[in-house]
């Protein structure tokens, strides 16, 4: 079950209305920034407004995130998790910041020492992440994962993912929460069966073994026209006949030892 902050996100980002203009990482990491200011001063509406406020210029972002612009987004979610009392969800918010920008400290006007939420955020690194998924882009360019180009997903938590096509130009930008399904344009990786690798191997055995006894039948016949003395060929065709043998037996023993390649390999990887 989505916690309180998540269900008040989702509908600015699974929406994902038309843009009036592309939005900057700087405005995005201002509004995530204006958030922790506002836990502060212990704003809620103000904390509320800023998390809108990320997430309009997360689906509308014209640039790649950050990493540490990422990480401050997660916290913003802690937070706000944390000002809804569920710890649960703030706590994994947390752990994606963390995982990030390990070395990144509460300051002290924000949540002094021995406050709950420190303690909390504390906890974070050692929280659980669940698997990682790779991703990719479906259909060339790549994907930036909180900030990180090819970096796996956990698929506990939250995570912002960006696509760009291969000249580097932005597609999209989402947020992937936790145990949610890739979107159809970071597709993972597809993995080669090995029974797959086995039938292509076996194909590719005997079709060179193929290609090469025909070749070898080709260079006998050359070799017989050479030497045929029942309806032997005019002398100045003889260097070409002769060629033609030679170049077709090399061709059959370089694709014959093709194939001995590939059925060794097949007999190898069985």
């Keep these: 079950m989505l916690h309180p902050a998540l269900l008040l996100l989702a509908p600015a980002l699974a929406a994902e209305p038309a843009c009036p203009a592309a939005t900057t990482a700087a405005d995005f990491a ?42 401050s987004f997660h916290r913003l979610l802690a937070m706000d998790g944390f000002a809804h ?12 910041a963390r995982r990030l920008e390990p070395g990144y400290a509460i300051p002290a006007d924000v949540a002094p020492a021995g406050h709950p939420l420190v303690s909390l955020y504390e906890a974070a ?27 796996a997903r956990p698929n506990k938590i939250s995570v912002i993912l960006q696509r760009f096509d291969a000249v580097g130009k932005i597609e999209a930008s989402t947020f992937l929460r936790a145990g949610e399904p890739l979107p159809a344009w970071a597709v993972p990786p597809k993995a080669v069966s090995r029974t797959g690798l086995r039938a292509g191997l076996l194909a590719g055995t005997g079709g060179a073994a193929a290609a090469s006894a025909v070749l070898y039948g080709l260079a006998l016949g050359a070799h017989d026209e050479f030497w045929d003395l029942e309806n032997p060929a005019a002398d100045a065709d003889l260097p070409a006949i002769a060629e033609r043998a030679n170049t077709l037996t090399y061709a059959s023993i370089g694709v014959g030892v093709v194939a001995v390649g590939l059925g060794t390999v097949t007999v190898v990887t069985w």
Excluded at 85 to 96: S, V, Y
Excluded at 139 to 145: A, D, N, P, R
């Design 30 to 71: 201002t509004a995530a920034q204006a958030g922790e200011a506002a836990f502060a001063a212990i704003d809620m509406e103000a904390l509320a407004a800023s998390k809108d406020k990320a997430a309009a210029a997360l689906a509308c972002l014209g640039e790649p995130v950050a990493v540490k612009q990422a990480a």
């Design 125 to 151: 690194l050692q929280a659980g992440e669940g698997d990682l998924e790779p991703v990719q882009a479906s259909s060339g360019g790549w994907i930036l994962v909180d900030g990180v180009r090819g970096a």
């Design 85 to 96: 009392h569920d710890f649960t969800a703030a706590l994994a918010e947390f752990h994606a």
